[in-house]
């Protein structure tokens, strides 16, 4: 069964990003994917400390609820990464998960010696956002965030939902469209990875 790995990177818990996630994950579910959902604010995560033990083993030496995203992270064939925009970047809590998978990083390319360009990704991932504002830039920096991490974990950035002029708690309901599409960029995701 594919695994699918959903990642909340939301303080809100009924938040924008939220909503469009559990539709995302509703999707992909329906396609027969097995999809573990991870709410980073229930998790107690270090910032990464630059211990760099992972050169030694591979795997972060700070022992907390990171350790088993990573192993669900290895396992998985996609991804799916919910964060609002904070600040031009991606949420605090999103970040600190992207610093910590430095551990993923080093594992794949220091260890293991795979260089890039190597073999195409081991992953699919979709990436959802929305933000307050209707700038032009405002996904600019962080799609550059996303795009480096996703190909630290081996992950091709399939498809980005970027939504904006969405702020307050509840807001994309006025959206149904943004919703069915996150519906089936879950339902798309899950397809594009069985494909391959
Ligand atoms: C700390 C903080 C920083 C924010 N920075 C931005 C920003 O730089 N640009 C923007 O358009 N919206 C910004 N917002 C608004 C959020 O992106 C917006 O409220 C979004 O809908 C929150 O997503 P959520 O409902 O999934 O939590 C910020 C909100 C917070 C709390």
Redesign the pocket.
């Known amino acids: 069964m594919t695994k699918v790995v959903a990642i909340y990177g ?3 818990r009924e ?4 909503l469009l996630l559990r539709q995302a994950v509703q999707g992909a579910r329906e396609m027969g994917a097995e999809v573990e959902e991870v709410v980073l604010r229930d998790l107690k995560m270090s910032p990464c400390l630059e211990i760099y033990e992972c050169k030694n083993t591979g795997r972060c030496a700070i022992q907390d609820d990171f350790q088993k995203v990573y192993d669900s992270i290895l396992e998985s064939r996609g991804l799916i990464l ?1 964060s ?5 970047a991606v949420s605090a809590h999103t970040k600190i998960l992207m610093d910590r998978c430095q551990s993923l990083w080093v594992k794949t390319n220091w260890l293991e010696g795979r260089r890039d360009g190597q073999s195409s990704p081991q992953r699919k991932g979709l990436f959802i956002s ?4 209707k ?1 032009k830039k ?1 996904f600019d920096g962080t799609l550059l965030t996303v795009r480096y991490y996703f190909e630290a974990i081996d992950c091709e950035l399939w498809k980005s939902l970027l939504y ?1 002029q ?4 509840g ?1 994309v309901l006025k959206h149904p469209e943004y919703l069915e599409e996150a519906h089936q960029a879950g339902k798309d995701l899950v397809r594009a990875i069985d494909e391959e």
């Open positions: 939301s303080p809100r938040g924008n990003t939220a919910a609002p925009i904070f600040f031009y929305v933000g307050a504002t700038g405002l904006r969405l702020d307050f708690e807001d």
